[in-house]
């Protein structure tokens, strides 16, 4: 695969098994489809919640500081935090402003960075602190074999370069999508989403008591029944669908910070979600 | 604009507890559609139509937005590369330039050494990034003497600066999703290269228009480089596309996919850069390639 070639086309090409061949080309996607490797199989993937669990304050995060703590000792831990109520509230006056859905999502990076430093400094006795984005992704391996965990703002480095949503203008991709990703990109062990609901239930259960816990669903099922609200980004489906190496997630309530470990453990402790069978493979 | 006075927005340094933070907020927002986005939940259908009725303003609406093709252009080096180069420089007072530079052989090269080893989407459109930033260097020293800048996307605060001093300014092509890049849904090569970056800088920049400059005319019923019979198509909508079903298409499918939802560039041109003043005349607004829209 070193020698160049200047072919009849015009073109100067470098041989290679993809030479010539069109990126978008449906046969040639489907050759690229082989087994891939992990980065980080030991390490696991928390995504803390924004609004569910650091906008809640003292007596939500001091336990759950302490059940991460805890996790710590054993295990490896990349923690994503959401950005809470500040992104809400910088999104509605983008929005009053007419500003579009690229700014917003780079604007929002900014309240889970803020998110993380109030949880890295909470870490810090134990030797975990927030890693600024910009080395984040290219120095996670070094952090993770040098320190007991990190924590990073759950976006994905998105920014302007956002999708558009099917509807309106919020980012479809936020912390939950961004924590998703890296879980899969580097192949770690488990991928937790912590909330303050028991998991995914049938109806919203703060608009109607009594609503039934589903306690295991895969992502087929998800979509077959149309939830009209879920606990977790919607973009997350499509995710986890696509996964290749974090085929399921648990959400685990915050509140009962007990089971952030015994999810990490393979407990099912909240709602567990599988990755469904993707068609097209 | 017209002036009003707006309620203040105060976010409480420090509070006793955070119900009474929220209720800070919340009183001091600007409207009904605030407070919802404060409360409700973003996964709501409903509320999330609601956050698409304020009128979107357009960030850049004199730029155009040009993708210059790695593969089917700047690989083909100076033959290719410096008429284009002039023509250019022939708009730079005519025109509002961002230029975009796409990957091509080597990042072919590199995804194919990369699948081999096992590596995933996310570390293949690093690779791809750093092919498509070569490219983007190379013409910025073509174009340096003409004091046009190349930008990376940390730089981009900077683009309407060099768009107004110099009327032009080079990026890379890849959007900068790295390690957060999402898998296909067939095979392992990032789905989101740099037509698809291109195209997300016209849209959120809300650009007067977005030319792929390629080294085919447009759009054919098939690839024409193995299918001398294709058939050229010089206009078709997102959705007549997609009924089609080709096996191969001009741009990334994820450049069509989101055109459906874009709220400001509902079409795009692919040219052939190779003949010499085509570029010109897409900037003029003049149909001579292939014309996608979105309805």
Redesign the interface.
């Known amino acids: 695969m070193s020698d160049s070639t200047e072919n009849r086309d015009g073109r100067h090409h470098v041989e290679s098994m993809l030479m010539r061949e069109s990126l978008v080309d449906r046969e040639v996607q489907r050759s690229t489809e082989t087994p891939v490797y992990r980065m980080l199989p030991e390490a696991h993937v928390i995504k803390v919640g924004g609004r569910s669990v650091m906008d809640a304050g003292r007596a939500v995060v001091y336990p759950v500081v302490e059940a991460l703590a805890d996790c710590l000792k054993t295990k490896k831990l990349i923690i994503g935090t959401g950005g809470g109520v500040r992104s809400r509230h910088v999104f509605s006056i983008g929005i009053d402003l007419g500003l579009p859905t690229g700014v917003l999502a780079q604007l929002a990076v900014a309240d889970s960075l803020g998110n993380a430093h109030i949880l890295g400094t909470l870490l810090a006795p134990y030797g975990v602190v927030a890693i600024p984005p910009e080395i984040f992704g290219h120095l996670l391996p070094l952090f993770i074999a040098s320190a007991p965990g990190v924590v990073f703002n759950g976006d994905p480095p998105y920014s302007l370069w956002e999708h558009l949503p099917e509807s309106g203008r919020i980012p479809p991709h936020r912390s939950d999508a961004g924590s998703f990703l890296l879980a899969e990109c580097f192949g770690c062990k488990t991928f937790t989403l912590v909330k303050d609901v028991d998991g995914l239930y049938e109806r919203d259960p703060r608009e109607h008591a009594g609503a039934g816990l589903i306690r295991e669903i895969d992502t087929a099922e998800l979509r077959r029944r149309g939830f009209e609200s879920l606990p977790f980004e919607r973009i997350l489906i499509d995710l986890l669908e696509n996964a290749r190496l974090v085929r399921s997630i648990q959400i685990v309530n915050g509140r009962h910070p007990e089971r952030i470990k015994a999810a990490l453990e393979g407990e099912h402790v909240g709602t567990i979600i599988h990755a469904g069978q993707n068609r097209e493979r | 604009m017209e002036a009003h006075p707006l309620p203040r927005?105060v976010?409480t340094a420090i509070v006793p507890?955070?119900s009474a933070?929220?209720k800070e907020?919340e009183t001091n927002?600007?409207?009904e559609?605030?407070k919802s986005?404060?409360t409700g939940?973003?996964?709501?259908?409903r509320?999330?139509?609601?956050?698409?009725e304020?009128?979107?303003?357009q960030?850049l609406p004199e730029a155009n937005v040009i993708k210059v093709g790695g593969?089917?252009f700047i690989?083909?080096?100076r033959?290719?590369v410096f008429p284009l180069i002039e023509e250019i420089v022939e708009n730079l007072r005519r025109h509002k330039m961002i230029i975009g530079t796409g990957a091509g052989?080597?990042a072919?090269?590199a995804?194919?050494?990369g699948?081999?080893?096992?590596?995933?989407?996310?570390?293949l459109s690093v690779l791809g990034t750093f092919v498509s930033m070569q490219n983007a260097r190379m013409l910025n020293y073509l174009l340096a003497k003409h004091g046009i800048p190349f930008i990376e996307?940390?730089q981009?605060a900077q683009l309407p600066h060099y768009l107004a001093e110099r009327g032009a300014c080079i990026f890379f092509g890849m959007?900068?999703?790295?390690?957060?890049?999402?898998?296909?849904?067939?095979?392992?090569?990032p789905p989101h290269?740099t037509d698809t970056?291109s195209y997300?800088?016209s849209?959120?920049f809300?650009a007067r228009s977005m030319i792929f400059v390629k080294?085919e005319r447009g759009l054919y019923t098939a690839?024409p480089?193995k299918e001398p019979g294709a058939k050229f198509i010089p206009r078709i909508t997102v959705g007549e596309l997609e009924e089609l079903d080709l096996?191969?298409?001009?741009?990334?499918?994820s450049v069509i996919e989101?055109m459906k939802?874009?709220?400001?560039r509902r079409s795009i041109q692919i040219i052939n850069g190779l003949e010499r003043g085509n570029l010109t005349k897409a900037l003029d607004g003049e149909h001579v390639g292939t014309i996608i829209t979105s309805d």
């Open positions: 927005v976010l507890n955070q933070a929220h907020m927002l600007l409207t559609l605030g986005l404060l939940s973003l996964e709501d259908g509320l999330m139509a609601q956050t698409g304020p009128p979107a303003v960030i593969q089917s690989d083909r080096g033959v290719a052989t080597r072919r090269h995804y194919s050494v699948l081999d080893l096992g590596l995933p989407t996310g570390v996307p940390a981009f959007p900068p999703y790295i390690y957060w890049h999402t898998n296909p849904s067939v095979g392992r090569i290269r970056g997300l800088v849209e959120v809300g080294d690839d480089k096996q191969d298409v001009v741009v990334e499918r989101l939802n874009a709220t400001h």
